[in-house]
Nanobody
Framework: QVQLVESGGGLVQAGDSLRLSCAASGFIFSNYVLGWFRQSPGKDREFVVQVSRSGVSTYYADSVKGRFTISRDNAKNTVYLQMISLKPEDTAVYYC??????????????????WGQGTQVTVSA
């Protein structure tokens, strides 16, 4: 059974940091491109960042570039999202996702096969 389980969300103040984790099981983790998306109430799900299968290549949305860092540990079947200098506009449910067919620049949610249940990040002003 495929599972992606996010953790690490919470309520923080503007300028604070958080580290999200996403633990995967039920598929060959290293064969998948991984991404983080987020969704705020009333808005579409938004691409945040993608990491290649090896972890070498990453692509960030302009809104998080320089503040968020994605990494993956293929030995632990886990992907991380380190977030610093958080802003109120970063408030959203954050989802990790896995894509088997993506090559690079997989910015669309339709490119991803598996999704986690999401973790809430709330940044107060």
């Amino acid at each position: 059974q495929v599972q992606l389980v996010e953790s690490g969300g919470g309520l923080v103040q503007a300028g604070d940091s958080l580290r999200l984790s996403c633990a995967a099981s039920g598929f060959i983790f290293s064969n998948y491109v991984l991404g983080w998306f987020r969704q705020s109430p009333g808005k579409d799900r938004e691409f945040v960042v993608q990491v290649s299968r090896s972890g070498v290549s990453t692509y960030y949305a302009d809104s998080v570039k320089g503040r968020f860092t994605i990494s993956r540990d293929n030995a632990k079947n886990t992907v991380y999202l380190q977030m610093i200098s958080l802003k109120p506009e970063d408030t959203a449910v954050y989802y990790c996702a896995a894509s088997y067919y993506a090559t690079s620049r997989a910015f669309s949610s339709s490119s991803y096969n598996y999704w986690g249940q999401g973790t809430q990040v709330t940044v107060s002003a």
